[in-house]
């Protein structure tokens, strides 16, 4: 599966970038679809995903980041606000999985940095 992302850069905290997600309709339509992020030296964390309607965010992120999909246009999108030090990272769209919790399969993009500073 072919996941493209764009948006990331360089911004100061306060400020705000749009992420981008490309892919194959049957993935983005069919499937949950989500962003995380890993910092250098940690783990991957969920940001956000969505399926069906159902739309879930890391507490770290609520009300600061929106996750959004573009059917037409086989894009998923994160509207990032009021960014943080701590929103620094390589951000990943891919497509979830659920059980016990939400993660991110190997269908995933190769990722855009963001840096907050």
């Known amino acids: 599966v072919q996941l493209v992302e764009s948006g990331g850069g360089s911004v100061q905290a306060g400020g705000s970038l749009k992420l981008t997600c490309a892919g194959p309709a049957y993935i983005l339509e069919q499937c949950g679809m989500g962003w995380f992020r890993q910092a250098p030296g940690k783990e991957e964390n969920l940001v956000s995903v969505r399926r069906d309607g159902t739309i879930i965010y890391a507490d770290s992120v609520k009300g600061r980041f929106t996750i959004s999909q573009d059917g037409t246009k086989n894009t998923l999108y994160l509207q990032m606000n009021d960014l943080k030090d701590e929103d620094t990272g390589m951000y990943y769209c891919?497509?979830?999985?659920?059980?016990?919790?939400?993660?991110?399969?190997?269908?995933r993009g190769q990722g855009t940095q963001v840096t907050v500073s």
């Open positions: 891919a497509r979830m999985i659920y059980g016990p919790t939400w993660s991110a399969t190997a269908d």
